[in-house]
């Protein structure tokens, strides 16, 4: 789903709430805490831009409705706070519902900042030999992966996104000189994976932030933050799902902590890549 999509069906919803509520537009707006012009802005469908996610929180909490239904991504209103597990498993085996999962994710955080720790290469640097080779291992049809590295790929250069990803510097160096996981990836296809990732680095940024810190001082697991919403931790064939919004606060803060220990900052990253010696 496009910016433009979202922002049409959150508009449809909202303007289902005004009429349900019998409010006028500035008894409305007094409500959920933003003034009549604001509304009438959100109402008129002339930006693609969403509110901010305390006001979505609030729309939702006054007017007993989900998120997922007051951005569209949903036909079941639910009860915001009542509609799902506070933890939850998404299981995510091969096919297009790993795809779906994250398509609706991301389409969730849309004007939020997502922030990612990948469990190797961030998905969408990754070249189509990394992903057959990696997939090899574990009997995997690449496709999927591949579908899914463009879909991120895709969504990062949209206007208006906003990323953050942090992974240990050591992996890189690993996957440089050949080491762990990557020792029988060919010289080339490493070579062509570390242009492609400074490229795309320089090209993405600032919507898209690499930052790099030492392994040695502080770890953390593979996991992705969608904006106020949920975390996911992805376990290997599911994602362990956070839904409170305290929990999902402390990742946020989780991730920023990573982020201040960093070695290497995000104008950085791509002359680190470049700096690193492929043999």
Known sequence: MDKR?????FQDR?????????????????SVGIDRSALSQLLSGASTRLPRVETLLNIAERHGVSLDWLLG????????????????????PQGEANQSLLEKWHAEAAGTKIRYVPM???????TRAVITYETSHVRRNPETQLNEAAFRLDYNRQPGTDM????????LEEFAAGRGVWTDLPLLARREQMRRMADLVRELYPSFRLFLFDARERFSVPYTVFGPYRAAIFVGEMYLVLNARETVISMQRHFDGLIRVARVNAHEA?????????A
């Open 73 to 92: 991504l949903s036909q079941d209103e639910g009860i915001t706070g009542g509609l799902q597990p506070s933890v939850a498993i998404e299981e995510v």
């Open 270 to 278: 791509a002359d680190f890549i470049d700096g690193l010696k492929v």
């Open 120 to 126: 190797r290469l961030p998905d969408l640097v990754r």
């Open 5 to 9: 999509d979202l922002a049409d069906r």
């Open 14 to 30: 909202l303007k289902v709430l005004l009429q349900r509520s019998d409010l006028s537009q500035s008894a409305f707006a007094a």
């Open 164 to 171: 953050e990803v942090c992974m240990p510097m050591q992996r």
